[in-house]
């Protein structure tokens, strides 16, 4: 009786322990972040520039018959939204990542109270928040310099976002436990970093891609999130085909780096 009394009592400073261990990590993850000018530009500023300079060509104001009576700039909002958390996601969490392991700071880490899914939230939590700042920005900036309508269906849109971020993110922290050396998951990171492009339809808006090409990219995470953000900002729900896609791929891929991700 007494064992089983003091049990629970027993593990309570050891989960304690964690939580503020955990906190203390995102603090100081989330001070190193804000002195990263590197990736606060691409992952923050560079969508949106890339917005204003496509919005500045007089062709990408005119309505376009082949995206159903929008504008090329109406369509790439989107666009630079996904382009966000592709930064994030593929770019600048996985070489920081797997810098951490090549130095031994995960090692360090390792006898401590902190575990490794506290380490990837803390990273998925700050650069999720990061690429949001950027998604909001983009709308912003689309809204008052194009006259780009805002997302009419705004739960849904939004429904769609925080997917495809986690999508992103969880992809990203696949790549970082795969990954053994910085070069590897730069190198990993920009074999997918492409493709993620192209479905999110960078060189292509999804919208004006030929049926048959449509299908197939859709298939893929951000090809279903350009279709599910262009489908809420019209005023539609997201197809739940859409957010089904979204949300097994942001489910396996969670699961895949919670499984794979080592300190070593």
Not at 45 to 69: C, E, H, N, Q, Y
Not at 133 to 150: K, M, Q
Not at 205 to 219: E, F, G
């Amino acid at each position: 009786m007494s064992a089983t009394a003091t049990a629970p009592h027993a593990t309570a400073p050891h989960a304690t322990a964690r939580n503020k261990a955990s906190a203390a990590v995102l603090k100081a993850e989330f001070r190193l972040f804000r002195r990263e000018p590197g990736a606060l530009f691409w992952i923050m500023m560079f969508p949106t520039i890339l917005l204003v300079v496509l919005g500045s060509i007089p062709s990408f104001r005119k309505t376009d018959a082949s995206l159903g009576g929008l504008r090329l700039v109406d369509a790439y909002v989107p666009v630079t939204v996904l382009l966000s958390l592709i930064m994030a996601g593929v770019q600048a969490m996985p070489p920081l990542l797997t810098g951490y392991r090549e130095r031994g700071i995960l090692r360090r880490m390792s006898a401590t109270p902190v575990r490794p899914w506290a380490v990837l939230g803390a990273q998925m939590g700050i650069y999720g928040a990061a690429a949001l700042v950027s998604s909001l920005l983009s709308l912003t900036v689309g809204r008052l310099a194009f006259d780009v309508p805002l997302p009419r269906q705004a739960f849904g849109y939004a429904l769609a976002l925080l997917l495809a971020i986690l999508c992103g993110l969880a992809l990203g922290a696949v790549v970082s436990a795969l990954a053994r050396t910085t070069k590897a998951a730069t190198a990993i990171g920009s074999a997918v970093f492409f493709p993620m492009m192209f479905s999110a339809g960078v060189w292509l808006p999804v919208q004006a891609m030929p049926d048959a090409l449509a299908r197939v990219v859709q298939i893929a995470p951000l090809g279903a999130a350009a279709q599910a953000l262009g489908d809420a900002a019209a005023g539609d729900w997201p197809g739940l085909t859409h957010l089904g896609v979204l949300a097994l791929w942001a489910v396996g891929l969670s699961a895949a780096a919670a499984r794979w991700f080592r300190w070593e």
